[in-house]
């Protein structure tokens, strides 16, 4: 809760709290003082939840690869209605305001059911618009009222991420692909495939709400690690584990160190999930490619005594354009240095997590497979064992070819490593209906 006694331009106090002056004719004429209660939680790299964290931790939490959770921060630091009404405004502006009306009475959770997919594009494009020019600001605030006192750097390219049902939005995969991660899914990945920095740290704040089985799937078992690619995507024997998967509340905001592998999970709910995105680096950003840099402004390119509860009502950028940092190449000058062999990339060094999956006899299976182990059969099958009993299921999900040998089994169903279908071990059925089932057979042995 953020309680207002009296205020002017920001001096951080302790971990809870910052005030200000207000000083005329050199004299301090009154106080003014800003609470952040937040409510704070952190994930381990074990799954462990930690409640109630201090702001002070955060930072040292996050570079450690803890996920740290900010239970409704929008709604602390007074942003959580206008991100729903930037939302709105460009769903007015695409649609109209009878469809705006309907989804602002029903929630943006039911954006497909007003919105028509012809018209997501468009309002994707329209909300990235009024983003670019206050989330910089709103990301440097952030993180200022979490403690961070230095100098830091904020990524320019603030994004609204719309996740609307599979079932719904399949139509669209192909058309969608450019927006990748936006409006369709992103499978397993480090940020840094796309050049953005080793040294990034991430904002994933919820607008709606944000169910386990439509948000983001963070691999704790590969955190940090560089895993190996094949055609531009991670090579198909990677073994990454067990994922967290988050519930929020709208107004949340996720905060992860960009050297987690993440990838979107496919949405099986009957939901939209809306949520936006931005970035920073606490020291100057570390590039992958550093020849082909992305924009980041200064923190100080923002002012200090900004008021966050009418930001987004102010008209244009929110800030100091100028000061951002100058690095790199130009486009022309990059491609005239990579044809003459020069190469600016360096990416971390791999680490591969393959595992041996030696295939295991039919005839062996029950005597070799405990409950829930996956086994593979041959190079289409797997098998595994649910309440005692063998049953044997195809090997690649039916989604997009995962290898199901390097999922896991949970509730009867088998997980799919790459993006979190759910395939029920008894009937085969997907966790989304318009995606084919899954061969399933039980084993007599």
């Keep these: 809760m953020l309680a207002t006694l009296l205020f002017s331009s920001p001096v951080y106090c302790s971990n809870k709290e910052w005030c200000t002056a207000l000083i005329v004719n050199n004299k301090v004429v009154a106080v003014f003082l800003e609470l952040y209660m937040y409510t704070i939680d952190s994930i381990k790299l074990n799954g462990e939840v930690e409640h109630q964290c201090s702001i002070d931790s955060v930072i040292a939490r996050t570079l450690a690869g803890e996920l740290i959770v900010v239970r409704k921060g929008m709604q602390d630091l007074e942003l959580f209605d206008q991100s729903v009404d ?42 990235r618009v009024e983003l670019a020019l ?21 990524h320019d390219a603030s994004l609204i991420r719309l996740m609307m049902p599979y079932d719904v939005m399949k139509s669209k995969q192909k058309e969608f692909q450019k927006h990748l991660g936006k409006l369709t899914l992103h499978g397993p990945h480090h940020d840094h495939y796309q050049n953005v920095p080793i ?86 950003p570390e590039y992958p490619d550093a020849a082909r840099p992305q924009k980041y402004f200064l923190s100080s390119a923002f002012p200090a005594d900004l008021d966050l509860s009418a930001i987004f009502s102010l008209k244009g950028f929110v800030g100091d354009k100028r000061k951002h940092l100058k690095t790199g190449l130009s486009k022309a000058v990059h491609k005239i240095a990579t044809k003459v062999g020069l190469d600016f990339v360096k990416y971390p060094v791999e680490t591969s997590t393959a595992i041996s999956l030696e295939p295991i006899a039919i005839t062996q299976l029950d005597e070799q497979l405990s409950e829930g182990q996956i086994a593979v059969v041959d190079d289409k099958t797997c098998a595994t064992k649910v309440d005692g009993k063998v049953i044997s299921f195809g090997r690649k999900c039916p989604h997009q070819g995962a290898d199901l040998a390097l999922g896991f089994i949970e509730n009867g169903k088998v997980f799919c490593p790459h993006h979190g279908l759910t395939l029920c071990l008894k009937t085969g059925e997907a966790s989304c209906s318009s995606i084919k089932s899954l061969r399933v057979e039980a084993i007599e042995v």
Excluded at 88 to 114: L, M, P, Q, T, Y
Excluded at 136 to 151: I, R, W
């Design 86 to 127: 930037l939302v709105i405004n460009s769903i007015e502006a695409v649609c109209g305001s009878d469809v705006a009306a309907a989804v602002k009475r029903d929630g943006v959770e039911k954006i497909h059911v007003h919105v028509a997919l012809d018209q997501v594009e468009a309002v994707y494009a329209n909300a």
């Design 134 to 154: 206050k989330m910089p600001a709103v990301t440097a605030k952030t993180f200022e009222s979490l403690g961070v006192k230095q100098d830091f750097y904020v």
């Design 199 to 284: 040294n990034a740290i991430n904002t994933w704040t919820a607008v709606g709400r944000v169910d386990s089985d439509n948000g983001m799937l963070i691999f704790p078992d590969v955190w940090g690690k560089n895993l190996p690619l094949e055609n531009g995507e991670i090579r198909p024997d990677q073994h990454l584990g067990r994922p967290i998967t988050l519930d929020m509340n709208p107004g949340d905001i996720l905060i992860f160190h960009s050297n987690h592998m993440h990838a979107s999970r496919i949405n099986s709910t009957n939901e939209t999930r809306v949520v936006l995105t931005n970035r920073i680096c606490l020291d100057k």
